[in-house]
C-alpha cells in the first residue's frame, strides 16, 4: 500500500500545530497503515477466556494402528461394531501421544482430546505460550476473523420442582403413565429392563446421587458402572449440580410405589460434560471428548439433556441455519457418535415459547433422536423446541412426557418437573428396553422402529414430529424385520398371541381393512372392519379377543389389493 503525505510549514496561528507535532501525527498514521496492512498472527479458536481449540494437521508417527484396534477401544466397544458390521476407521485413530506432550511441554494444560476431530482444547495463563503453539508445524493456523470468538449456550433445563399431592399408584405410582403412555410396561413386564445395556449420562452433575434412596440398587447391583469429569477432571460428580440426578432418576430410579424408571437394570456411566458456572463453547468440546469416551468403553446409549443455540454475545449465535446437523460441533459429533454404532438420544430443547422457537444442537443432527415435550394429556408442551430442521428434516423425531414428569428429589422422595431434559431420558432408557429385548438389530435399526411405531407417523409436523412412539409395536416392528418366515402381504405377529395383535402390511395401504376370524371348521367367529388411514402400514388389534377361547384360529385379512391369511394360536 503507498501512502503519500503533503508536508507544509504552519503558519504563525499560535492555535494551530507545531511542526513537531504535525510530524509526530503523520508517523503515528504511516504507522498504523503499516501495521495494519501486515497478516494477522495466525492463532487457535479461543472457545473461554483463556481456553484454545487446537487442530492437528495429521496423525503422523502415532504409537497407535488400525491393525490393533484393541490399544484404544475396549472387548465391548469392538463386539458393538462388530455386531453391526461397523469398521474401525482413520478417525477412530487417538491424536499423535506426541503432539499432547509437546502442548504439555509448551506451558499449556490440555484439558480435553478429540480423536474424531483430530484437536485438543487447552487452557493457557500467558499469550507467550499461545505463540508457541501457534507456531508447532503440527497445528492447523487459523487466521480469526475480527475479534476472538467466546461462544455462550444456554444454562442445562432445569426441573421446575413442585411437591407431589396426589396418593401414588401401586408398583410405579404417579410414574406410572410416563411409561405407559409408550407401552413400555409391556417391555417390562416381559423381563426387558434394560440389563446388559451401557448408557452413558451427558449431562452437568450428578449431585448426591452416591447417597439417595432412589438410586441404591445401582449401587447394590454394580450398574453405576464409573464416573468421569470432563470440566474437572478428577473432580467429585456428586457435589455439584442437580440436573444430572434428576436426568438419571427418569431412566434408573426406583422408589417402589412412587418410581420406576424407564430403565432400572441398565449399566450407567456418569459424565460430566457441563460446566454449569460457565456458559462457553468449551463445553462443546467436553461434550465431543465424552461421546468418545462413551464409545470407547463401549457404551450402546447416549442420553444427553443438553443444548446450544444463542448465546451471550449475538455476534456469536448458531443461527437457525446452522441448525442443519453438519454444521455446529456438537452436532457433528452426535452423528459421529450414531455412525459408531450407539444410539444417541438428546433433549429437543426448551425455546418453543421465545422468539429462538426451533430446536437446538444436537438435536439437529439427522441420525439421533431428539425428544420433545408434551404434558399428561399428551398435548405438546408451549416450551418444547419446535422443527424441523434447517435443512428440512422432521424434528424433533418423537415425543415424550416432559411437563409434570416425576423425578427423584433434591433431598429424599419425589417431586414433578417440567422439561425436554426429562422427556429425553425417558425414550432413551425405553430404548435400552427395546434393544435388550432385540439384541441382533442395529442402532438404525432401533431408531428406525422408534420412529415407524410414533403415532404421526405418516404425517409428522412441526410441533410433534412423528409423535408419541409404542415401543411394544417398535418391538413387533424389530421382531418382524429378523424373522426370516415375514415376508409376505400381510402378516399377523405374535403368533401365539393373547388379546393383542398387529397385522403388519408388506406396503402401505390407503384403502379400508377388512378382517375375518374364523375357526378350523371354517366357520366365520366374527368380522372386523376398519376404516381406510392414509398410507397405513400396520393395524394395532387390541382388546378384540378378550371373549376367545384358547385354541387354533384362522385370519384373513384384506385391505385394496393386499391379502393375507394366517393360523392363529390363542393361549
Request: with cysteine.
Amino acid at each position: 500500500m503507498k501512502v503519500i503525505f503533503l508536508i507544509r510549514q504552519p503558519d504563525r496561528n499560535p492555535s494551530n500545530l507545531s511542526f513537531r507535532q504535525c510530524c509526530r501525527l503523520m508517523l503515528t498514521v504511516l504507522l498504523f497503515f503499516i501495521f495494519n496492512s501486515m497478516p494477522a498472527q495466525e492463532y487457535p479458536e479461543q472457545t473461554a477466556p483463556g481456553k484454545y481449540r487446537i487442530v492437528f494437521t495429521n496423525k503422523d508417527n502415532s504409537v497407535f494402528s488400525l491393525d490393533d484396534p484393541s490399544a484404544f477401544l475396549s472387548p465391548k466397544s469392538l463386539e458393538r461394531r462388530s455386531r453391526q458390521g461397523i469398521p474401525v476407521v482413520y478417525n477412530d485413530l487417538p491424536v499423535t501421544p506426541a503432539y499432547i506432550d509437546s502442548l504439555r511441554n509448551s506451558g499449556a494444560k490440555v484439558l480435553t482430546v478429540s480423536k474424531w476431530f483430530n484437536s485438543a482444547t487447552i487452557s493457557v495463563t500467558h499469550d507467550s505460550i499461545l505463540d508457541k503453539v501457534a507456531r508447532m508445524s503440527f497445528v492447523e493456523k487459523k487466521v480469526p476473523a475480527g475479534s476472538a470468538a467466546i461462544y455462550i449456550h444456554n444454562a442445562p433445563e432445569k426441573a421446575g420442582i413442585q411437591l407431589i399431592s396426589e396418593d401414588p399408584d401401586p408398583d410405579y405410582g404417579p410414574s406410572w403413565w410416563q411409561t405407559a403412555v409408550h407401552n413400555g410396561h409391556l417391555l417390562h413386564n416381559s423381563g426387558y429392563r434394560g440389563n446388559d445395556m451401557m448408557i452413558a449420562l451427558l449431562d452437568a452433575g450428578f449431585y448426591h446421587v452416591n447417597q439417595l434412596a432412589a438410586f441404591s440398587h445401582l449401587w447394590d447391583n454394580g450398574q453405576i458402572i464409573g464416573t468421569r469429569d470432563f470440566v474437572d477432571p478428577g473432580a467429585d460428580v456428586f457435589s455439584g449440580h442437580t440436573h444430572g440426578m434428576i436426568v438419571l432418576s427418569v431412566i434408573g430410579g426406583l422408589l417402589p410405589g412412587e418410581l420406576v424408571g424407564t430403565a432400572t437394570d441398565a449399566d450407567f456411566w456418569l459424565l460430566r460434560s457441563e460446566d454449569g458456572a460457565s456458559e462457553f463453547i468449551v463445553e462443546e468440546d467436553n461434550w465431543v471428548a465424552a461421546a468418545e469416551f462413551a464409545d470407547s468403553i463401549g457404551a450402546d446409549i447416549i442420553s444427553s439433556s443438553l443444548g446450544y443455540t444463542q448465546f451471550n454475545d449475538p455476534l456469536q449465535d448458531h443461527s437457525y441455519a446452522d441448525m442443519n446437523g453438519n454444521t455446529t460441533r456438537v452436532s457433528r459429533s452426535a452423528d459421529m457418535a450414531a455412525s459408531k454404532g450407539m444410539l444417541v438420544v438428546v433433549s429437543a430443547g426448551n425455546q418453543g415459547n421465545t422468539s429462538w422457537k426451533y430446536i437446538g444442537a444436537p438435536a439437529d443432527a439427522d441420525s439421533i433422536l431428539a425428544v420433545g415435550a408434551v404434558d399428561q394429556n399428551l398435548y405438546v408442551a408451549d416450551f418444547s423446541s419446535r422443527g424441523p430442521s434447517s435443512d428440512g428434516n422432521v424434528k424433533p423425531d418423537v415425543m415424550a412426557i416432559g411437563k409434570g414428569t416425576y423425578v427423584a428429589g433434591v433431598e429424599e422422595g419425589i417431586r414433578q418437573g417440567n422439561g425436554t431434559s426429562l422427556s429425553a431420558p425417558i425414550i432413551a432408557g425405553l430404548s435400552a428396553c427395546l434393544w435388550q429385548a432385540n439384541p441382533g438389530s442395529t442402532a438404525m435399526e432401533v431408531l428406525s422402529a422408534i420412529r415407524e411405531s410414533s403415532d404421526r407417523y405418516a404425517n409428522p409436523d412441526e410441533d410433534y414430529g412423528h409423535g408419541i412412539p409404542d415401543f411394544n409395536l417398535a418391538h413387533v416392528l424389530l421382531q418382524s424385520s429378523t424373522d426370516p418366515g415375514i415376508n409376505e402381504q400381510v402378516t399377523v405377529f405374535p403368533n401365539p398371541f393373547r388379546n393383542e395383535l398387529y397385522i403388519l402390511f408388506g406396503a402401505p395401504t390407503d384403502d379400508p381393512v377388512d378382517v375375518i376370524l374364523f375357526d378350523l371348521t371354517g366357520k366365520e367367529i366374527n368380522r372386523y372392519e376398519y376404516p381406510a388411514f392414509p398410507g397405513r402400514k400396520y393395524l394395532n388389534m387390541e382388546g378384540e379377543f378378550n371373549y376367545l377361547p384358547g385354541g387354533i384360529y384362522i385370519l384373513k385379512v384384506k385391505s385394496g389389493s393386499l391379502s393375507g391369511k394366517s393360523k392363529l394360536v390363542r393361549f
